[in-house]
Structure formats: C-alpha cells, structure tokens
C-alpha cells in the first residue's frame, strides 16, 4: 500500500526566511511520480511539480527547490525567501505508474504560514 | 490562458437526492479527474477517465458515483442518493502527461452540502 507522511502539521515563518517541507513515502513499485500541490487560502488546488522516480536530480524553479531522495524516500520541498502569498497549505503526492493517469495518494499536507 | 471550469461553485442538496457537478475541462486535454476534499482534510483521489472511460478509481467511488462526458466538452460527476458524508469539495483536473509536459489543471471546484 502506498503511505505519504507530511510530519510538520503547521509552520510558521517570517518572511524572507527559508523554510522546508517535508515529505516521506512508502511504495513498494519500483516506477511512481511524486508531486507536490499547494492549496491557498482561496481554497484551489494548485499543482507544482511532478517528479519520475528514475529523476533523483534536484529541481529549482525560482524560489522553490525540490529535493528527492530515494535512500531516505523524501521528497522534500524548499521555499527561499519566503512571502506571504506563499501562505497555503501544501500537499506531497505520490502515484504509481499506471499508463497516462495518475492514482494519487495524498499526505494530510503542511500550513504554511508567513508572516510580514 | 486555459482554464478548467466547474459548475455549480456551491450546491446545497437534501440527503437521498442526486447531484449532477459539472466540469469543463481544457480543451486539447486527454486525461480528466475528480478529487474530493471534505473540509480541512486532506485531498482524495476519485477517477480518472481517458478514452471514453474510467481509467482508474479509488475505493471511494463506488457505485454510487458515476462518470460521463457526454459531448466533446462537459465531463460530469453523478452523486446517486447522496449521504451526509458526501458533503466535500469535488475539484476537476485534466492534462494530457507527457515526459516534458506534466502539469495538470485543476478546475476551482465545487462545494457540495449534503443536509
């Protein structure tokens, strides 16, 4: 059965500080994705990135940064220099390989909260 | 820029009754979804649909739910003799995964009240 756990419930920053969410999973396929979604206050979803379990490479896209890690099964999410519009909740998904759809599990997802 | 829309934003239904949700997604896209989200919970996968028909589903979708495209544009969700427990948000995404191209869109979702 697949299993994703986002540990940190709620995190509070200040602006222009990093901060790290973190998310671990359990599989036993050997070919998943793994995504990672944010939800804002405004309540839509979001998607952000999707990540092949054969890619271990590193991802930036501006502030965020992506971090995989298959020895620890993380798959840890960076914000550099935070604001408040990153305000949201942020949800870690995994899905195994199935053809062209996905069959997300969702972890329970982090509130983030940033602060001027 | 593209967007996925649903339709209604809020529907308020009694207990027993059917629920129509209504999604348009983007237009070029292959792959479609719902997602449910009962208030301050987590998001759950439902369906997806490709080709005319359900290409995966969770436990959740039961018989009691059901999908359709009905023309080239709309692709519904049918809630039969809704229960008190179905009372969610439902959001539709669609895309068409590649190995570049990944993103999927999802629509702004519609809350559904069951009383």
């Known amino acids: 059965a697949q299993k994703v756990t986002q540990a940190q419930t709620e995190i509070s920053v200040v602006e222009k500080e990093d901060v790290t969410l973190d998310c671990v999973y359990e599989t036993r396929d050997t070919t998943y994705y793994l995504f990672w979604y944010k939800q804002p206050p405004s309540g839509e979803l979001v998607f952000l990135i999707r990540r092949n379990s054969f890619d271990e490479q590193n991802e930036i896209s501006g502030r965020y940064s992506w971090n995989f890690q298959k020895s620890t099964s993380s798959f840890n999410f960076t914000i550099t220099a935070s604001q408040v519009v990153d305000s949201a909740v942020y949800f870690c998904?995994?899905?195994?390989?199935?053809?062209?759809?996905?069959?997300?599990?969702f972890g329970r997802g982090t509130s983030l909260i940033v602060h001027p | 820029e593209p967007e996925v829309t649903q339709t209604p934003s809020h529907q308020v239904t009694q207990m027993g009754q059917e629920v129509i949700l209504r999604c348009v997604p983007i237009?070029?896209?292959?792959?479609f979804y719902w997602y449910r989200q009962i208030l301050g919970q987590k998001v759950e996968f439902l369906v997806s649909?490709?080709?005319?028909?359900?290409?995966?589903k969770s436990e959740i979708f039961d018989d009691q739910f059901s999908v359709e495209r009905p023309d080239g544009s709309n692709f519904t969700l049918k809630i039969r003799s809704t229960k008190l427990e179905d009372s969610a948000m439902y959001f539709c995404a669609s895309n068409t995964p590649t190995e570049e191209v990944d993103e999927q869109y999802f629509g702004p979702g519609t809350r559904l009240t069951v009383t």
């Open positions: 237009s070029n896209h292959l792959y």
């Open positions: 649909f490709y080709n005319n028909e359900i290409s995966e």
């Open positions: 998904a995994l899905s195994e390989a199935s053809g062209g759809s996905y069959i997300p599990t």
